[in-house]
């Protein structure tokens, strides 16, 4: 059996904090479905789960939802996806 590897491929990509949903959008380029708890719970209770926070990612595949701390990559071909933070630390390396 034939082995391969990927190929190197630089992308952009901003991870998501729950707090930069603007920043988000500006880096999809279109207004997003937002869900992140109201803002005074964020300031007295900064413990909230993770998962309480998420945004729709519009994918070649449909709406992907994005939870807190996941990153937001533009692909090679301008599509864009979420990548859970595990997986993106193994997979990715910043570029100087």
Known sequence: MAK??????EVEAI???GRNDEE?????GKRLK???PHPDMVRILDNIPDDAYSILI???EGD????????????VQGEFYP???DIFEQTYEKVD
């Open 4 to 9: 391969y590897r990927k190929k190197p491929v």
């Open 24 to 28: 988000i959008q500006a880096f999809v």
């Open 83 to 85: 990548c859970k933070p």
């Open 64 to 75: 992907m939802k994005a939870v807190r701390w996941d990153w937001i990559i533009k692909g």
């Open 34 to 36: 937002v869900n992140i």
């Open 58 to 60: 519009p994918t070649l």
């Open 15 to 17: 991870q998501w904090t």
